[in-house]
């Protein structure tokens, strides 16, 4: 078991740019693949940004390429998100994930453990 707890959202521009951060209860945080999903208002849950145990691979949904980086940091047990030029549409509630040992892939009937989210607002 691994508890997520995500923090950072908030209300900003279109144009601004913010940072989630997910923090991990267990000492084995470098064992899990982690990632991201969100959903808007309405609409599914869809797969964000994945990275594996040690950092090195990184994985993200069309939407975010070129805008979106996630990052670890295995000493903290914390995960990051870092979102720039963020869009109206980039609006929902982000969930951090995780699955231990390997990346799962996009489905996020594949991983196993959630946080709880924390909203992100973007106006216009």
């Known amino acids: 078991q691994v508890h997520l707890v995500e923090s950072g959202g908030g209300l900003v521009q279109a144009g601004d740019s913010l940072t989630l951060s997910c923090v991990a209860s267990r000492r084995t945080f470098s064992a899990y693949a982690m990632g991201w999903f969100r959903q808007g208002s309405g609409k599914e849950r869809d797969f964000v940004a994945a990275i594996n145990r040690a950092g090195s691979t990184t994985y993200y949904a069309d939407s975010g390429k070129g805008r979106f980086t996630i990052s670890r940091d295995n000493t903290k047990n914390t995960v990051y998100l870092q979102m720039n030029s963020l869009k109206p549409e980039d609006t929902a509630i982000y969930y951090c994930?995780?699955?231990?040992?390997?990346?799962?892939?996009?489905?996020?009937?594949?991983?196993?453990?959630w946080g709880q989210g924390t909203q992100v607002t973007v106006s216009s």
């Open positions: 994930v995780a699955e231990l040992d390997r990346y799962p892939g996009r489905d996020k009937n594949d991983w196993p453990y």
